[in-house]
């Protein structure tokens, strides 16, 4: 029998100060959350309380506190610098943080585990739009292969602890993200709030070029982090893998991955404009030809998750919007305790 969220179910979510993890967090503990699961509890341990590396406090913190679902928001992120840069630190903490988890979940009787993991798991040069059968097919794009071999590695276990054990994992593939309590840092953060960072700083500070990395001319599909939370719920209600109208692959196999996004995508030239004109930066935007690409494009088929009931709220203006009101209000935050 099928069983999603619960009356009094315990929640742990991990990672919930990051990006993610608070967006899944406000939506979980809003009114109209609670008005329909009143008895279920949230629990958002700080890092001195559970850190996630440590297998015995993962295991202690379990017993102890017996979550009913976990969705595993933690992870160590970063753009392409900061992968180039730190490739065991992006392999081996995610390693440690996913392995830890899943395999503490299914032993101390977790109900639901919901992994997420990242469009960059999939290959280079996939076939466009990227299909979850795509995974694994080819080779991966070099700048942030640490990462996603940790994420493979992290759907993969949530697999075999299916297939061995009947442990209900599932696993979701967000597009890239952005939002409220995004990482700013123009060194190790993702485009989109790098792109934010830079075009404020020159604003306010009346400088009169900007100087992006690349061509600009990849494309690139954003989603909104408020989006995913609620696929997020959704998922852990609607979508049972084993059922037997449960998304399948092309050759009639149930997916226990699933990809997340929306229907457009942007080339980064024209993001850029867009967050220029947006935050009123009137100066010229020089792209730095001998800083990397990336992939050059990356469009996820979101075709299964979306017909199953699903959709983003949110357009990438309106998000974009939101989330430079968001920076501000971060920025004006910072100012005023310092």
Known sequence: MKKGIQE?????ITGANGMVGSA???????????????????????????????????????????PDIVVNAAAKVGGILANSESPSDFLLDNLKIQNNLIE???????????????????????????KE??????????????????KIAGIKLCDAFRYQ???????????????????????NSHVLPALISKFYYAKTNSIKEV?????????????????LAKAVIFALDNWFPEEND?????????????????????????????????????GRIIWDINKPDGTPRKKLDSTKFLN???????????????TISCFKEELKNKSLRT
């Open 104 to 130: 503490t979940s299914y032993k101390l009787g977790v109900r639901r585990f919901l992994f997420l993991g990242s469009s960059c798991i999939y290959p280079k040069f996939s076939k466009q739009p990227i």
């Open 308 to 322: 199953l009931g699903w959709s983003p709220k949110y357009d990438l203006e309106k998000g974009i919007e939101r």
């Open 24 to 66: 899944i967090s406000r939506l979980f503990e809003n009114n109209k959350f609670k008005d329909n699961y009143p008895k279920v509890t949230i629990l958002k341990p700080s890092r001195k309380e559970l850190d996630l590396s440590d297998a015995n406090m993962v295991l202690n913190w379990f017993a102890n506190n017996k």
């Open 246 to 282: 449960a998304p399948k692959d092309s050759k009639g196999n149930k997916l226990t991955w699933l990809n997340v996004g929306t229907k457009d995508e942007i080339k980064i030239k024209n993001l850029a404009e867009i967050i220029a004109k947006k935050l009123d930066y009137k």
């Open 8 to 12: 009094r179910d315990r929640i742990l």
């Open 133 to 150: 059968e795509y995974l694994l097919s080819n080779s991966l794009e070099e700048t942030n292969q640490w990462y996603a071999l940790a």
């Open 165 to 187: 054990y009947g442990f209900d994992a599932i696993s979701l593939m967000p597009t890239n993200l952005y939002g409220q309590n995004d990482n700013y840092n123009p060194n």
């Open 211 to 227: 100087t992006c990395w690349g061509t600009g001319k990849p494309l690139r599909e954003f989603l909104y982090v408020d989006d």
